[in-house]
């Protein structure tokens, strides 16, 4: 069976005019198929929450196989380094390079049984999703649900670089998933 457990609960501040004044993903552990997968690693601020759960859920990072980056802001990937033997899944049209990844160009693509990639642009042109099969139907959204309230008010992330696209991501989202873990926060269940 999938198991998914959350590393560290990413968080989001802005200031009264709109703009970033914080921000940390949210990183998810997904082992499935024999394959321990890492989803978005966060920022160096979360690296003790992240070791802390490593050591509760009795896995060493050293063991991570694949890392999939939902986009490549900084925010989502400033811990890459912690995962030495992963292998690392990103979509194209990204504005960092990432030495050794495999570059993903499908709108789908299967990573083992139950997990696969999904391209969910609008916040950036690279972004993308992971929807699991497991005990319900989970999606680990990086930015194209950067928030809950995005999903539940269906509004478009602040920083987007296409909303229409945007909006379509949420929808496809919103069309399969049970429970969404968020870019930024706490997974919470959809009304589906």
Not at 109 to 115: H, L, N, T
Not at 118 to 147: C, E, N, W
């Amino acid at each position: 069976m999938i198991q998914l457990d959350i590393l560290a609960v990413g968080d989001l501040q802005r200031d009264d005019d709109g703009g970033i004044v914080k921000a940390d993903s949210t990183s998810v552990l997904i082992r499935a198929s024999g394959r321990i997968i890492v989803v978005d690693p966060s920022t160096k601020y979360m690296q003790p929450a992240v070791k802390t759960s490593f050591k509760q859920i009795g896995v060493f990072p050293k063991d991570v196989d694949t890392v999939i980056l939902t986009h490549t802001h900084n925010d989502h990937i400033e811990n890459l380094k912690f995962y030495k033997n992963a292998k690392v899944y990103v979509h194209s049209g990204g504005d960092v390079d990432v030495p050794g990844a495999k570059v993903i160009d499908d709108d789908e693509f299967k990573i083992c049984e139950g997990v696969r990639l999904v391209h969910t642009p609008g916040h950036t042109m690279d972004s993308m999703s992971v929807f699991v099969d497991a005990d319900r139907k989970y999606v680990v959204a990086g930015d194209a649900i950067p928030l809950e309230d995005n999903f539940t008010r269906n509004i478009i992330p602040a920083s987007n670089v296409d909303g229409a696209l945007a909006l379509e991501s949420i929808k496809k989202i919103r069309d399969y998933a049970d429970v969404v873990i968020p870019g930024h926060g706490f997974p919470f269940m959809t009304d589906r």
